[in-house]
C-alpha cells in the first residue's frame, strides 16, 4: 500500500494553463464566458446573415464583435464579483 505523502511530494505546484490565475469562481466565470460566446456568435450571425447581400466576408467579420464582447463581459462580471468579496484571480505567489 502506497502513502498519499508520496503523490504530495511529486505533485506539480502549479496547475496548467489559466488555472495558474484564476480560482474556482473564476474558472466558472470563463466557461460561463465561452458558452454566452458560442450562443452570441450564433445569434449574431443567424440575425446577422439574411439582412446582408450575397457574398463573402471576411472571418473576423463574424468573430471581432463576439470575442469583444466576451472580453467585455468577463472583466466585467470578475470586477463586480471581485468588488463584491469573491475572488476570482489568484493571489501572487511568493518564491
Same mark, same amino acid.
Given at each position: ?25 473564476? #474558472? ?5 464566458? $465561452? ?5 452570441? $456568435? ?30 467585455? $463581459? ?8 471581485? #468588488?463584491?468579496?469573491? =475572488?476570482?484571480?489568484?493571489?501572487? =505567489?511568493?518564491?
Amino acid at each position: 500500500m502506497t502513502d498519499d505523502a508520496d503523490h504530495d511530494e511529486h505533485a506539480d505546484p502549479d496547475p496548467p494553463g489559466l488555472a495558474k490565475w484564476l480560482t474556482v469562481p473564476g #474558472r466558472l466565470l470563463l466557461i460561463l464566458t $465561452f458558452i454566452l460566446g458560442g450562443a452570441g $456568435f450564433y445569434f449574431f450571425a443567424m440575425n446577422t446573415l439574411p439582412s446582408l447581400p450575397s457574398g463573402s466576408y471576411p472571418v473576423m467579420f463574424w468573430v471581432a464583435p463576439v470575442v469583444l464582447a466576451c472580453v467585455i $463581459f468577463f472583466f466585467a462580471v470578475a470586477w463586480v464579483l471581485e #468588488r463584491a468579496g469573491v =475572488r476570482v484571480y489568484q493571489k501572487k =505567489r511568493q518564491p
